[in-house]
T-cell receptor
Framework: SQQGEEDPQALSIQEGENATMNCSYKTSINNLQWYRQNSGRGLVHLILIRSNEREKHSGRLRVTLDTSKKSSSLLITASRAADTASYFCATHGSSNTGKLIFGQGTTLQVKP | DTGVSQNPRHKITKRGQNVTFRCDPISEHNRLYWYRQTLGQGPEFLTYFQNEAQLEKSRLLSDRFSAERPKGSFSTLEIQRTEQGDSAMYLC?????????????FGNGTRLTVT
């Protein structure tokens, strides 16, 4: 079973707009990671947020984490057509395991 | 850093045949992962190795699937007696082991089509 559930499943916006994707997970975590996948390619790591952090920034990316609600969000500001991809959150199912479990993903389309 | 390499990129096989995929991880990474991904879904965990030891294997992985990493470097994933339901993208990833915060580096996958 998947640990994370992303919402929405699909998102279509115009270039320049902001895109927000949400992720919910089930078990306690030490950190949560976000990955991006272009069509037909492997996943690329974007950002990691630790359980003791509430917000983290990297360029146009902003990630928040609410451990009380077991949820995270990824915000992409000033989106570009090149941001068109699928985005996945991922967590380790339980502590002391190397297994990383991915959610179902959000497919983002940015129209030029 | 030459990245994670997977071969072949595409494989078409007939039902009942055996197939084997290869993954070459980033050289200094001691963890290696296999995932399966179908269209519109997230990657589904299959198994992972730390060095040559297979530490965890998904219960979803039937006995037709076997993975090896004999010298702690490259890995192979074999599927015996393939079924149409095995059609998917098989992704390999590697990471620096021992640190849960180490990100996974993925290859571009092997796309399997079973006819």
């Amino acid at each position: 079973s998947q640990q994370g559930e992303e919402d929405p499943q699909a998102l279509s916006i115009q270039e320049g707009e902001n895109a927000t994707m949400n992720c919910s997970y089930k078990t306690s975590i030490n950190n949560l990671q976000w990955y991006r996948q272009n069509s037909g390619r492997g996943l690329v790591h974007l950002i990691l947020i630790r359980s003791n952090e509430r917000e983290k920034h990297s360029g146009r990316l902003r990630v928040t984490l609410d451990t009380s609600k077991k949820s995270s969000s990824l915000l992409i500001t000033a989106s570009r057509a090149a941001d068109t991809a699928s985005y996945f959150c991922a967590t380790h199912g339980s502590s002391n395991t190397g297994k990383l479990i991915f959610g179902q993903g959000t497919t983002l389309q940015v129209k030029p | 850093d030459t990245g994670v390499s997977q071969n072949p990129r595409h494989k078409i096989t007939k039902r009942g045949q055996n197939v084997t995929f290869r993954c070459d991880p980033i050289s200094e990474h001691n963890r290696l992962y296999w995932y399966r991904q179908t269209l519109g879904q997230g990657p589904e965990f299959l198994t992972y190795f730390q060095n040559e030891a297979q530490l965890e294997k998904s219960r979803l992985l039937s006995d037709r699937f076997s993975a090896e990493r004999p010298k702690g470097s490259f890995s192979t994933l074999e599927i015996q007696r393939t079924e149409q339901g095995d059609s998917a993208m098989y992704l390999c990833a590697s990471s620096r082991g021992g640190r849960e915060s180490s990100p996974l580096h993925f290859g571009n996958g092997t796309r399997l089509t079973v006819t």
